[in-house]
């Protein structure tokens, strides 16, 4: 039990073009997802914190514009990132929650823009 | 802000070895510490989850243990072996967030 998915694993896109990223809880419902982005070799670093049916929660530094978040089921959470640029490739890696549960992760989405 | 440190940033050790991977925090104030595995391009993998009032966890050939007053916790993993290979991280969690240390990128030579 307690699987998230993420789709797509991987995508490359032009700069200026918009990407989203699912993020599913296969098996739970899960009342809040998080979004994490990770760097070459570095530590994952949260971004946002989405409940279900409520405007996300964005950490410091993270543009909310740039970086959409809609959290719209119970078992789905969407990242779109837009207008990519270069420095926005990255690993994303989602987790969700059930209640005040463990976080359970995705399995990652490596994003390039060209 | 909680801050999170693991030492040391990569090992590489032979095969059949006992070895302590490190993670200290900033903030005592945490509900609970987990150690995962990431391995190259994937996401990650819980391994072990100490709640704030225990002091070890274990599983398998691994064991994690947790001081809370002095922001400490180890990552004991007995009679390694290369599937062991990967990257391992530890988070401790306050108030529904996780935060990272940056890792120990861990190599078991046959």
């Known amino acids: 039990g307690a699987v998230v998915s993420q789709h797509p694993s991987w995508v490359i896109c032009k700069s200026g073009t918009s990407v989203k990223i699912e993020c599913r809880s296969l098996?739970?419902?899960?009342?809040?997802m998080f979004w994490y982005r990770q760097f070459p070799k570095q530590s994952l670093m949260l971004m946002a914190t989405?409940?279900?049916?409520?405007?996300?929660?964005?950490e410091q530094g993270v543009e909310k514009d740039k970086f959409l978040i809609n959290h719209a089921s119970l078992t789905l959470s969407t990242l779109t990132v837009t207008s990519a640029h270069p420095e926005d490739s990255s690993f994303y890696i989602c987790?969700?929650?059930?209640?005040?549960?463990?976080?359970?992760f995705g399995p990652g989405t490596r994003l390039t823009v060209l | 802000k909680q801050e999170v440190t693991q030492i040391p940033a990569a090992l590489s050790v032979p095969e059949g070895e006992n070895l302590v991977l490190n993670c200290s925090f900033t903030?005592?104030?945490?509900?609970?510490l987990q150690w995962f595995r990431q391995d190259p391009g994937k996401g990650l993998t819980s391994l072990l989850l100490?709640?704030?009032?225990?002091r070890e966890q274990t599983s398998g050939r691994l064991n994690a243990s947790l001081d809370k007053s002095s922001g400490r916790s180890t990552l004991y993993i007995a009679a390694s072996q290369p599937g062991d290979s990967a990257t391992y991280l530890c988070?401790?969690?306050?108030?529904?967030?996780?935060?990272f240390g940056q890792g120990t990128r861990l190599t078991i030579n046959p």
């Open positions: 903030d005592s104030a945490i509900y609970n």
């Open positions: 987790s969700a929650m059930q209640d005040t549960d463990t976080q359970y």
């Open positions: 988070a401790v969690e306050g108030a529904q967030k996780l935060v």
């Open positions: 100490i709640q704030s009032s225990q």
């Open positions: 098996d739970f419902q899960a009342t809040t």
């Open positions: 989405s409940n279900e049916g409520s405007k996300a929660t964005y």
